[in-house]
Every structure is written in structure tokens, then in C-alpha cells.
């Protein structure tokens, strides 16, 4: 049995230890935001927070996840009211939209870790997490405008 916190929830699962903790949110506790895009750790579709830092969920085995707080896209606010979540909307980010949960989650810890990044800030933070849709700019922009508004009271799982 392999116990965790999961979105400030308590979550024990009895599962391979070995298994990716992509598949176990995913699979066995039906947290769909998370994409599978690489399973190598190279796109960042895959992103989620353990302990506050971003991990790619898809080579992580659940184990590492034991008596951690992990947070997915479903965690960072249940009403969309997170500011990178409404700067993605004022930027209109997304095209096919599938990369941007893991976008999303870097870009929240980005801003956890630096309140007013600079455009190369962002870039280098950013640089894991690929768009096939190049949305790039609209990225950039979501970061800067959020960075305005960020307040670390509606940070990923209430760490400030």
C-alpha cells in the first residue's frame, strides 16, 4: 500500500510500486488533466507537482510518491481562478490544448519560484515543455501577466 496526498486529499493505493504515477492519477484514481505525451520525460505533458517542485509524472514510480504531496492540474484551483489559469484564458493559449496542463504546472511553479521572471527566465524555465502547436508566444505572455497577479495564497496546494 502506497499512501500519498493527492490535491490536499489522503490517497492510499495498493499498485506495483513500480508503476509510473502518471498511470496510477490516471488510471486508478481517474485524474484525466495529466497527458500522456512522451514517456521519456522530454515534453512535460506529463507535469505534476510533488512536494512543490515539477516532476514528469510519467517516469516517476508511484513509490517515489509515499508519504509525498503531489498536486495535478485538477489541484490548483477547482473554479479555473488561479492566475495562470485566467491569464491562459485572457491570452487565449491553448490550440489543441493537450500539452497545456503540463504547461500550466510549470508555469505555476515557475512563479512560485520567481514572482517577476524575465523573458530568458521564462524561456530556460520553460524549455522543458513542448507545444506542437507553437504557442510559445502566447505562453510567454500568459507568464508575464499572471506574474502581476500572482498572489502565493492561491499557489499550488496552499504553500507558501
Known amino acids: 500500500m502506497i499512501s500519498f ?3 490536499d486529499k489522503p490517497v492510499s493505493l495498493d499498485a506495483d510500486p513500480q508503476m509510473p504515477l502518471l498511470w496510477a ?6 485524474l484525466t488533466g ?3 505525451g512522451c514517456g521519456i520525460a522530454q515534453c512535460g ?3 505534476v507537482h510533488m512536494d512543490g517542485q515539477p516532476i514528469r509524472s510519467c517516469v516517476m514510480p508511484l513509490s517515489a510518491a509515499a508519504d509525498k504531496k503531489i498536486t495535478t492540474i485538477e489541484g490548483i484551483s477547482e473554479d479555473n481562478s488561479h492566475p495562470i489559469q485566467k ?5 487565449n493559449v491553448p490550440q ?3 500539452c497545456q496542463s503540463g504547461q500550466i504546472m510549470s508555469a505555476v511553479a515557475l512563479l512560485e519560484s520567481n514572482k517577476s521572471p524575465s523573458d530568458k527566465a521564462i524561456d530556460d524555465y520553460m ?3 513542448i507545444c506542437r502547436c507553437g504557442t510559445y508566444p502566447r505562453i510567454k505572455a500568459a507568464i508575464k501577466s499572471a506574474a502581476g497577479n500572482f498572489d502565493l495564497a492561491k499557489n499550488v496546494g496552499g504553500d507558501a
Open 34 to 36: 495529466t497527458k500522456f
Open 127 to 129: 524549455q522543458g515543455n
Open 25 to 30: 492519477i490516471r488510471d486508478m484514481l481517474g
Open 96 to 98: 489543441c490544448g493537450y
Open 5 to 7: 496526498t493527492l490535491n
Open 87 to 91: 491569464a491562459w484564458v485572457e491570452h
Open 45 to 47: 505533458a506529463c507535469t
